[in-house]
């Protein structure tokens, strides 16, 4: 029988990926998304988030959890407050890192999907530090996860035209065609995750662009710089 959705849970799922990807689920299943902007609100990076997140697990029986989650402080390094790379670290490593804990506990049987960064995990930046280091750390320490103790699928897309891009950031000063919408990330992280479910592609635990078409252009040979 050819494995599908049967409920979702997206976590970060007000704007950008997140509410696209929300959007996109909920009309073929029982979606549900927890952010700053829903009732119950949903802070990831507050002490309270993880009860929030257990609760809507015991509530439901989702077979795939997204974790769409994140950001961090764009400029040089010194120039942001050490509390604002604390944030990122808390946002996008130790809390679905947590996450994963937990859903190894309860002995979880669905797919916990991590959304990462093609442009944080392939190259350094004097403007993202802590964002692109988070997010590495949580793709490598995730990828390395056993299957036998947890399901974990790493989708990692380039740039995105969301909020978590600053507007003076090159991208959108010099390479706006780098740019993608995020409604079209999301049609294609549903589709990666329904074949990678059913084996029509190589049994594979990280998204590679090189599986759809349309992507292809979207490649990650970059200009020689460091202020991604």
């Not at 299943?29 to 309270?48: E, F, G, I, M, N």
């Not at 604390?86 to 002995?107: D, M, R, T």
Request: aromatic share 12%; glycine share 4%.
């Amino acid at each position: 029988m050819k494995k599908s959705f049967h409920e979702s849970l997206v976590l970060g799922g007000s704007r950008g990926l997140g509410q696209s990807l929300f959007q996109k689920l909920s009309q073929q299943h029982k979606c549900v998304a927890l952010s700053r902007s829903t009732d119950p609100k949903l802070d990831l990076t507050q002490s309270d988030s993880m009860q929030i997140f257990k609760n809507a697990v015991q509530e439901n029986s989702f077979s795939h959890i997204f974790y769409v989650a994140g950001g961090g402080p764009h400029g040089a390094f010194f120039d942001k407050p050490l509390h604002s790379h604390k944030w990122a670290f808390e946002l996008n490593y130790f809390k679905p890192v947590e996450i994963a804990y937990y859903l190894k506990s309860i002995l979880f049987k669905g797919v916990f999907v991590y959304i990462g960064s093609a442009i944080a995990e392939t190259y350094s930046s004097s403007q993202s530090s802590s964002y692109s280091l988070s997010k590495k750390s949580a793709v490598k320490t995730l990828l390395s996860l056993s299957e036998r103790d947890l399901k974990v699928r790493v989708f990692s897309p380039p740039y995105m035209n969301t909020s978590l891009l600053p507007p003076k950031a090159w991208p959108r000063l010099e390479n706006p065609e780098l740019i993608i919408e995020p409604n079209m990330v999301a049609k294609v992280l549903i589709e990666w995750i329904l074949d990678s479910l059913n084996e029509s592609l190589d049994p594979t635990k990280t998204f590679d662009p090189r599986h759809f078409d349309w992507l292809q252009s979207f490649t990650y040979n970059l200009p020689n710089r460091k202020d991604y």
